[in-house]
């Protein structure tokens, strides 16, 4: 459980972003929208309240207020802006690996690679590769396995999907490791 006058956890966080999103919500709503029981919902909402991060109003008997408190909005913003950081860092370590891997095997020879990605992680290799100076080198982007043509000796990943086990001596090199995201590559 978080220390009490630590930084928000991740639920907290959620639900004071909910909260700033539409102060009139229920703990019902709340609760269903964060996917949380409501007696969770209640204890974290008492507990931000203890916090000074809301403030509770009670607008009738039958109708309750959460608001965001100047000191909410302060942790609010660190969470978020630590995150982006944190974001940051991660497509850093991501680009370091591509050019790690990229620059070695350009230097071995290779001219043809193929890089199996999906959605913003694609995006991000394919501005990498636009950014690193390769001579001659070819790139193929393939969001998946089934689409990598079948004489590639070397596939580039970094993709949740498992590399198939491959019996014709293809090499599958992993540019993130999404279990330990400051994996570097040697």
Known sequence: MQNAKGPLAEKEFLLVQQISRKPTSTQRDLSRSLGLSLGTTNLLIRRLARR??????????????????????????RKAYNYTLGMFRIFRTIQDNINTVL????????????LVAQDEILELIRDTTRDLALPDARFTFVSRFDQVPPGA????????????????????????????????IP
């Open 103 to 114: 620059t070695r095997e350009h230097r071995a020879g290779r001219r043809d690679f193929i």
């Open 52 to 77: 000074g991060i809301i403030r509770i109003n009670q607008l009738d008997w039958k109708r309750t207020q959460y608001l965001l408190t100047i000191k909410g909005a302060m942790e609010k913003t």
């Open 153 to 184: 000796d070397l596939v580039l990943t970094a993709t949740l999907e498992p590399a198939p086990k491959s019996s014709n001596g293809r090499r599958t090199v992993s540019l993130v490791d999404f279990t330990n995201i400051d994996f570097r």
